[in-house]
């Protein structure tokens, strides 16, 4: 069980290797750094999950992705301001008995998401 991420370049066809990315636990308006990392070669985090299922807690949780960055960093030329600068997704997690996979596919442009399995 737990949480986890996966990001895709959709412009590249490729895993968003290097992304930065930070987890957030969430109440109202205030947000709680949970931890940050950068996205290894499979685009997810080095480290496994990213709570595991014994640390998971019911509630609201903040993903804030890097998306700017990351294709700079990929060497696209972006218009300033750019389109996408870091993508947040708020979500919920109502059971923590359940694994939550929370992916993203994304180009300079636009994005995707969905309660993964």
């Known amino acids: 069980m737990g949480l986890s991420t996966h990001v895709l370049d959709t412009m590249h066809g490729t895993p968003a290797a290097g992304m930065q990315v930070a987890l957030y636990a969430t109440d109202g308006e205030t947000a709680t750094l949970v931890r940050q990392f950068v996205l290894n070669q499979d685009g997810r985090n080095p480290d496994g999950l990213l709570i595991d299922n014994e640390n998971l807690k019911r509630g609201t949780y903040r993903l804030v992705f890097d998306v700017s960055g990351y294709f700079r960093m990929r060497g ?36 995707s998401t969905y309660r993964g399995s």
Do not use: C, M, T
């Open 76 to 111: 696209v030329p972006l218009e300033e301001p750019n389109f996408l600068g870091k993508v947040r997704i708020d979500f919920g997690i109502a059971r923590a008995d359940q694994h939550y996979h929370v992916p993203l596919l994304v180009s300079p442009w636009s994005y």
